[in-house]
């Protein structure tokens, strides 16, 4: 079994509060790693003892692991946290923990290695009878594009082979487009990940995105805890998430949860993870489309509906225990919601609004819950994700989560710097989202729509 007394929190903002308010229920120590510019930071408060990592760049402090791992040896830490982001589905951290006897709270690196590339995940995952996106293998230049596109057709996506959080995805919609956008593609792959490689996946116009919570331990148990629908999304990035899925047929459901367990079991995964699927609302077929491999930004609507603490799960799998339910004490029970609030500015094309918050009141009521850093007199820094909180409401059914997570925006005030909390608002009044008629184009299209209207 092993011990663990002490976590460095290798990560900021509210996912770093919610790791050491776990640590704290579990009587474990903190050690939040923070920039510079974080040393006044809602988790440097918190924790047990802090410790700076470097410049507030990224590159310069929460992305170095090298800084991490001595930061966790020299503070005598016996495990580290990646939270999500920066490193946490780096293999190399993963790895650098097992070579210097530290534990890492998450997957193992050889999973974070089979998962982390899409092209070596799409192939694993074949070889289980998933089905998976049609599409291509690794693609070198644009004459292999077009075959490819000749053969599954237009529209497709084109997809950095690294990338992930919504990043290095394009759409290609007819002929013309291909070749520009292909080497495009491939230059800003380089950029973001150093690694140009590109595949190809078919473009479904009339998607939802559904994925699967799953969670694993040391001794073979799996176990998934429901799913969620993440289709509300802007340029590929998660706006409100909810669990369980609307307007899945149970057959659908149960076909989709254990495609998540098989995927799970048969890498011989551990710890927590996502198994995330493309649902084509056209055919009503499903798809394999990527695994995340740490805690999801969206995991509270899950606790919501299940009870079940996900960090602290995480925590006690990586210290040797095994699952602390099985599949048949799963009970979920009603409907949850949450919805990301951003420092971004919605009428100027969302443009990050860093500032100090002047006011910070956050709603209160049955069945609401605000997972933030923040607080009045914060400072919100312009180096990182513009994410400041997640509310996530939950009732008996959709239409109650629904309406307390209207109630709790109505009351949620924010003054120093703009939000998107009027913006979701305004989706959350929309009669197709209230009837669960939407795709992942669904923002986008109305956005263009509002755009049109204004002209």
């Known amino acids: 079994m092993n011990q663990i007394s002490r976590v460095l929190v290798a990560n900021r903002g509210e996912i770093a509060v919610r790791i050491i308010r776990a640590c ?20 440097a408060k918190m924790a047990d003892r802090v410790i700076c990592i470097g410049p507030p760049s990224p590159a310069d402090s929460y992305l170095r692991p090298e800084t991490i791992l001595c930061a966790a040896i020299g503070t005598g830490s016996d495990a580290i946290h990646p939270g999500y982001g920066f490193l946490a589905e780096q293999p190399e951290l993963a790895q650098c923990c097992k070579e210097n006897n530290l534990i890492f709270i998450g997957p193992t690196a050889e999973n974070l290695r089979q998962m982390g590339n899409k092209l070596l995940a799409r192939k694993i995952v074949k070889k289980y009878s998933i089905p998976v996106i049609p599409g291509s ?21 084109i997809k950095a082979a690294a990338g992930g959080g919504g990043r290095g995805i394009k759409i290609v919609k007819n002929p013309d487009e291909l070749k520009i956008t292909f080497e495009t593609a491939a230059a800003e792959a380089r950029v973001a990940f150093g690694d140009e490689t590109l595949y190809i996946e078919r473009y479904f116009s009339n998607a939802r995105h559904i994925e699967v919570q799953v969670a694993a331990d040391h001794f073979g148990n799996v176990i998934h805890l429901g799913e969620r629908d993440c289709s509300l999304q802007r340029r590929y990035q998660k706006i409100i998430e909810e669990a369980p899925a609307p307007s899945l047929s149970n057959e659908m459901r149960e076909e989709i949860h254990k495609a998540g367990v098989t995927i799970a079991k048969k890498m011989k995964y551990e710890n927590l993870g996502t198994v995330e699927f493309v649902l084509d609302q056209d055919s009503n077929q499903f798809f394999f489309l990527e695994m995340n491999t740490r805690i999801q930004v969206e995991h509270p609507v899950t606790e919501m509906i299940s009870g079940v603490d996900l960090v602290r799960e995480q925590i006690r799998i990586a210290a040797d225990h095994p699952l602390s339910l099985s599949q048949g004490d799963l009970r979920l029970d009603g409907h949850a919601v949450e919805c990301r609030i951003n420092a971004e500015s919605p009428d100027t094309e969302f443009q990050p609004c860093p500032g100090r918050i002047t006011q910070w009141t956050p709603p209160q009521g049955k069945g609401i819950r605000v997972d933030s850093h923040c607080y009045a007199g914060y400072f919100v820094p312009p180096y990182y994700d513009s994410l400041i909180a997640k509310v996530i409401t939950s009732g008996a059914d959709r239409s109650q989560a629904i309406e307390r997570m209207q109630y709790a925006l109505e009351n949620f005030i924010v003054a120093g710097i703009d939000t998107t909390i009027a913006f979701l608002r305004f989706i959350l009044n929309q009669p197709d989202y209230r009837n669960g008629r939407v795709n992942t184009r669904w923002v986008e299209n109305l956005l263009s729509q509002q755009f049109s209207n204004k002209k």
């Open 137 to 157: 293998e690794k693609v070198a230049n644009f004459k292999e594009a077009h075959k490819v596109v000749e053969k599954i057709g237009f529209p497709v996506l």
């Open 24 to 43: 704290k229920d579990l009587g474990i120590e903190s050690v939040a790693a923070v920039s510079e510019i974080d040393k006044d930071s809602m988790p």
